[in-house]
């Protein structure tokens, strides 16, 4: 399709919208499968997978190459600022939707647990606690120990990031990747710590609802974490690769926004989930 | 609004056969299959509510096992929400938002084609979940633990995950729909220039992204109560099963009005064109749909004033649910004003439009006797509620998207559908949907529940009256099916602008649109 730099970019017909719902046909009904221990869930899941993976690569190849070539006029560029964040908002409600339980279970569930006296006429309601038919003591996730170091590297994190960036609105190739490659890296020391404090805890997921709180939430945001590390991986790839410039490099801050964001659901949580 | 430039030219050539549909960049084809799946999971989710009604025909058990019963019921609820409302909504979105704001496409086309055929999986998803061992979800459409934890069925994760995937499909469509109409409007174009139609789905797509991920979090801690341990609904684990009602009808609100908006948008679009007058209060309207849209956050636990809430939360929700009668008193009075001394005709889309702002002004009114905390606490799960709900939802959103294929049908296809047998269609559509939904107020207020396969004999006859009226809507909508076929394959061929009051770019363009339309943006003064 030819193309001029004063019109709006319009693709030409594609594929991958199929290819993307064949992935979550498969992922969807994979996953059903298996947690109903149907044998071939799993491969089904597995193949959902890699075809969702395979999506992901072609997809973002080719949006890339058009980049490159210069299809995306400013209009488009707008476009792509509005599009992600509007999709951060999205997942600023995602996370908000869980903030807003642990506050509900918190302030009334528990406290209206304790006064009916009936069926549990002992439970007292405190938090950490998992929950009125309990049998063992829990042993909660104090915050002070992995939590705030966690917490620090995040922090960091961002800087690191922002340090990059400066590097790139400089075009100084040094200072680019010198940036990126330390956020990456703090990334990863992130998620093995967190690996680490999951292999520790002396709780899990069925310990109540604080269990179910503490490794839904931290779970999520750890997928979270290791989809942006993947992301900047692939943005340091990238400017290896040198597609972007100082004027033109909206890939970066999307996943720097993204970033940033995970930052943000960390604080909260720390504070909420660890700390109070 | 007038235009200085509109160029069209149809030189790039189309993709043929199934490859232009599967394939497809191009808002106007994604349109097109938006409105075809939703007919079809109309008429599939229609069938399933003709086996409630054949089923409540006589009191006592006919058809259908109490269990059988109940998944009819969640399906029909589900597909008819997911599967017909929204991605019918979503179809004029895609259609007529590019070609109301003069544009050439949706801002991202490929995500735009994903965002529909994320709907195919999910409809697999919904409809086989039938066809498992064990069932389909029969809990209700609202999925409330603790029935939906404890039933084992596979067909329930299968749900769960379709609406998963449909929640993905309606956010990426939103985003997609937000960024259109905020980057990509023709120069001169200003927000309070634009059609009505267009700022109701702006703000729907800002309740849908806003509201979409909570129900993905409710139903992620569903998912995990049921198969991975969790205890968030089980009080037992310190959790309780009113938080997924909170969680759910957070979402489960704005829901509500995300399908409402875009029929406010439809019939602001029509009423003006048959009145042949200006709308009145364009701008009072714009801020009604968005004060309507704001408060539809803070008034979810009207839904749930019997499970059990302290005192002064029931009274907020239920004075904030009464606050919404305003915005959308401010909407009907200004139909009713536009429509005032206008120079009126009654095609086919007027009559519809007229009788959704009639029919969903009792709708709104049931509501609001509904919002009243001591009455709802007598009338909660009774067929007032089913009343109230199809009044709001069948002739206030599908009959408004009915009125509104005939108003686009000449744009669209370059035909004039038959306009006697539009008005059949009208006058069966709304006689037959009074036959079947009025009894249910009287039926309800006598204190009929819902969600009962049997009742008692003293609603007998209501219930004769109502399923007979049920078979008649049905059967009327195959008339629908016809007059719109025979609109595509022909007719009196359509001028660029059918209707002599009607405004608007889209009428600059010929008829039928060309696959192509304003790629050079026209100048809007």
Partial sequence: ?276 | MSTTTATHHDDHGHPTGIMRWVASTNHKDIGTLYLWFSFFMFMFAGALALGIRAELFQPGLQFLEPENFNRLTTLHGLIMIFGAIMPAFVGFANWMIPLMIGTSDLAFPRLNNMSFWLMVPAAILLVGSIFVPGGAMAGGWTMYPPLSVQNPSMGVDMSILALHILGVSSIVGSINIITTILNMRAPGMTLMKMPLFVWTWLITAFLLIASMPVLAGALTMLLTDRHFGTAFFDAAGGGDPVLFQHVFWFFGHPEVYIMILPAFGLISTIIPTFARKPLFGYASMVYATAAIALLSFVVWAHHMFTTGMPVAGQLFFMYSTMLISIPTGVKVFNWVATMWRGSMTFETPMLFSIAVVFLFTIGGFSGLVLAVLPVDIQLQDTYYVVAHFHYVLFSGAAMSIMGAVYYWLPKWTGHMYNETLGKWHFWLTTIAFNITFFPMHFTGLAGMPRRIPDYALQFAEFNMISTIGAFALGISQLLFLYVVVKCIKGGPKAAANPWEGAEGLEWTVPSPAPFHTFETPPTVK
């Avoid at chain 1, 594609?14 to 064949?22: C, D, F, K």
């Avoid at chain 1, 606690?129 to 992995?146: D, K, Q």
């Avoid at chain 1, 170091?149 to 994190?157: K, Y």
């Avoid at chain 1, 680019?176 to 992130?190: C, E």
């Fill in chain 1, 1 to 276: 399709m030819s193309q001029n730099t004063n019109n709006y970019y319009l693709p030409a017909p594609s594929l991958w919208p199929l290819i993307a719902s064949i992935a979550l046909f498969l992922m969807a009904g994979g996953f059903a499968m298996q947690m109903n221990d149907i044998a071939s869930g799993n491969y089904v899941l597995l193949a959902g997978i890699l075809v969702f993976v395979y999506l992901l690569y072609g997809w973002f190849k080719e949006v890339i190459k058009e980049s490159i070539s210069g299809f995306y006029n400013k209009q488009v560029d707008t476009s792509f600022r509005w599009g992600m964040g509007w999709f951060i908002f999205s997942e600023v409600m995602f996370f908000a939707g869980f903030f807003g339980a642990l506050f509900y279970i918190r302030t009334f569930a528990l406290d209206w647990i304790s006064k009916s006296t009936l069926v549990w006429p002992n439970f007292v309601a405190t938090w950490p606690t998992s929950g009125p038919a309990a049998t063992e003591a829990l042993e909660a996730m104090g915050p002070w120990g992995l939590p705030a170091i966690n917490t620090l590297i995040l922090l960091v994190s961002g800087a690191t990031l922002t340090y990059a960036h400066w590097g790139l609105m400089k075009e100084n190739r040094k200072q680019i990747i010198i940036g990126l490659a330390l956020t990456i890296a703090l990334g990863s020391i992130f998620l093995y710590l967190q690996a680490h404090e999951y292999a520790e805890a002396a709780f899990t997921m069925d310990s109540g609802i604080y269990g179910s709180t503490f490794y839904l939430f931290t779970g999520f945001h750890g997928l979270h974490v290791a989809m942006g590390t993947i992301m900047l991986a692939i943005i340091l790839f990238r400017i290896l690769k040198g597609h972007f410039s100082a004027h033109n490099h909206f890939g970066f801050e999307a996943v720097a926004w993204y970033w940033h964001f995970v930052d943000v659901v960390w604080l909260f949580l720390f504070v909420f989930v660890y700390w109070l």
